[in-house]
């Protein structure tokens, strides 16, 4: 229920359109977070932790729409580890090449610290 592929029943199509729900409290439904309301923030907060398990919850078909509806048309800069969390818990999902390349752009400095090359 909380992420949202096309065709969802269960909510609204207001918010089935974002993908995701952002806040979800006990009678109420914000897409936003508690610190801050940018896109990548509400759409990566829901990809973490990043681990292995995430593709038991992130489906093939959730990321693809994810990523070509929304996170695609964001201005993910290479300097904001944002990005590296964006890329890592929805693209590589749906495209590891591609991920992974413009994972390689990013300096180490960049990368978020809850991350490794590694994954």
């Known amino acids: 229920f909380l992420l949202m592929e096309e065709g969802n029943l269960h909510h609204p199509p207001d918010f089935v359109r974002n993908h995701v729900t952002g806040i979800f409290?006990?009678?109420?439904?914000?897409?936003?977070?508690?610190?801050?309301?940018?896109?990548?923030?509400?759409?990566?907060?829901?990809?973490?932790?990043l681990t292995p398990a995430l593709q038991m919850t992130r489906k093939f078909s959730f990321c693809w729409q994810e990523w070509n509806n929304i996170l695609s048309k964001l201005p993910l800069e290479l300097t904001d580890p944002w990005t590296s969390i964006v890329l890592t818990g929805s693209l590589a999902c749906a495209d590891p090449d591609s991920a992974y390349s413009r994972l390689l752009g990013m300096g180490p400095e960049a990368i978020d610290d809850g991350l490794t090359r590694a994954w």
């Open 25 to 49: 409290f006990q009678s109420k439904v914000d897409y936003t977070t508690w610190f801050g309301w940018r896109m990548d923030y509400i759409h990566g907060i829901q990809m973490l932790p």
